[in-house]
């Protein structure tokens, strides 16, 4: 009889985040890799013993990333911020019709093991930055500095 070796399971305080190819680092939480499917129903014509389900459309939420502030990634996730931003810095301006087309990035969420290695990838199309807060700082506290960002994107599947 064979052995075969134990499946390598994603430890959910383990991933990495990457857009486009900017690294964004490793990232403690990760909150709402879903997919909501709307459906509707309705009756065939003269047949009223039951109804069709029709597909509707989909619809995927913001994904919400946290960690601690560090002094590698963080800065780097503000420079991506700022060069996303940047077309829409002046008041009235508008971005090129070119940068209008190209829109958002492909950000890539990595779920790893305890060995690091790889188990699952979600690629989120056509990503943007939709907030990121800093954290709160204060002399009498001892706790880490946390920041967060929040993806809006157009989908994973």
Request: aromatic share 8%.
């Given at each position: ?122 690629s989120l199309r056509n990503v943007y ?29």
């Amino acid at each position: 009889m064979t052995q075969t070796a134990a499946p390598a399971l994603g430890l959910e305080m383990r991933f990495h985040v990457q857009i486009d190819g900017v690294d964004l680092g490793n990232w403690s939480s990760c909150k709402g890799l879903d997919v909501k499917v709307n459906l509707e129903t309705v009756y065939d014509p003269g047949d009223y013993s039951h109804k069709r389900i029709l597909f509707a459309d989909v619809d995927y939420g913001r994904v919400e990333l946290e960690r601690a502030v560090d002094a590698t990634s963080s800065p780097a996730v503000r420079t991506w911020l700022a060069e996303k931003l940047a077309p829409w810095s002046q008041p009235g301006a508008m971005p090129s019709q070119l940068q209008m087309v190209v829109g958002g990035g492909t950000a890539t969420i990595t779920l790893l093991d305890a060995a690091w290695t790889a188990v699952c990838s979600w690629s989120l199309r056509n990503v943007y930055p939709s907030g990121w807060t800093g954290p709160s700082l204060s002399a009498e506290s001892k706790k880490v500095a946390i920041e967060q960002l929040e993806l809006a994107h157009e989908g994973f599947l």
